[in-house]
């Protein structure tokens, strides 16, 4: 059984390394080129599996040609995949990125909405078992309906908030941990302190607002502070955030507090900035 469920988005990940973004009507040739998995509950899945705990993903890959991509890493990686529609036959949801020299990137992705997932099928062992739970907000169907329980049987469910998505509110009466981008503002909120407010108003117990490089600002129960992100030169920044979150859920699944876990996965997190992609900061980081 795996310690850590995650639900939410796979993609296929086409990154190209430029010196610099092409402007319009122009066309400019790639230093690199890459291919791999990606969608936020996926790099989670696979950075807290290779940091040493049992990951499965919940999503869908399909029988797409293309979805070998996804399938053959996450089995590489050691992630347990739970396709919600195995017999989907469209290509994936494809996402073309481009980064620059300076790290800075740009992306173009086609979103969950035109891949068919069914009504979701939970399978209440898993959820059980499982000691972190967490949802990105993609396939909101299968998020509510297995973080609903996730929460009914005891298992602190977690929200990566990176913006947000046509029926958050109702997934937030399932989660105990947010941890959002700056980028995440619910309806009617236009500052940090009035997204804190809401989610507390929506029962989240723990919160997390990061901002890129700078302090990730926290409520821990009726404690508040900051948690330093370490400074790195930063060469790449993709998925990083997708990397924090599932550090987090690996140290949470370990029996750590929110706050010990959310060090520790800024300091990973920063890190993996060091390299390209969301893949290489794993071959200079052991578990």
């Known amino acids: 059984m795996p310690s850590v469920l995650f639900v939410g988005l796979s993609t296929v990940d086409v990154v190209y390394d ?4 092409p402007a319009t009507n122009t066309k400019v040739a790639a230093r690199s080129q890459s291919v791999f998995a990606g969608g ?5 899945a696979i950075a807290c599996a290779h940091l040493g705990s ?4 919940v999503t869908v890959v399909g029988r797409h040609a293309l979805a070998s991509v996804i399938r053959q890493e996450l089995e590489k990686c050691s992630v347990q995949l739970i396709d919600l529609n195995p017999d989907f036959a469209d290509a994936p949801v494809i996402s073309a990125v481009t980064v620059d020299k300076a790290g800075n990137r740009n992306v173009v992705s086609a979103n969950a909405m035109r891949v068919a997932a069914p009504p979701a ?6 959820c059980r078992q499982a000691r972190i739970f967490m949802v990105d907000g993609h396939y909101m169907e299968a998020c509510q309906a297995w973080a609903a329980a996730a929460r009914a049987s005891g298992t602190p469910v977690v ?10 509110e109702a997934l937030l009466s399932s989660v105990h941990t947010a941890i959002c981008s700056a980028d995440f503002m619910p309806p009617g909120c236009s500052s940090r302190n009035e997204v804190i407010q809401f989610l507390k108003n929506c029962g989240v117990t723990n919160i997390a607002v990061t901002n890129g490089s700078a302090p990730i600002e926290f409520v821990f129960g009726q404690s508040s502070g900051s948690v330093r992100v370490p400074q790195v030169d930063a060469v790449d920044t993709m998925g990083a955030g997708d990397i924090l979150h599932g550090a987090y859920c690996h140290f949470a699944a370990m029996g750590r507090d929110f706050v010990d876990s959310l060090t520790q996965a800024a300091s990973i997190a920063s890190e993996s ?12 980081f052991a578990a």
């Open 18 to 21: 430029v010196d610099e973004f």
């Open 40 to 44: 936020p509950a996926t790099n989670a």
């Open 54 to 57: 049992d990951a499965a993903l």
């Open 121 to 126: 099928r939970v399978e209440p062992e898993l």
């Open 159 to 168: 929200l990566d908030g990176g913006s947000w998505k046509e029926g958050t």
């Open 273 to 284: 900035c060091r390299y390209a992609g969301t893949r290489e900061w794993m071959t200079h």
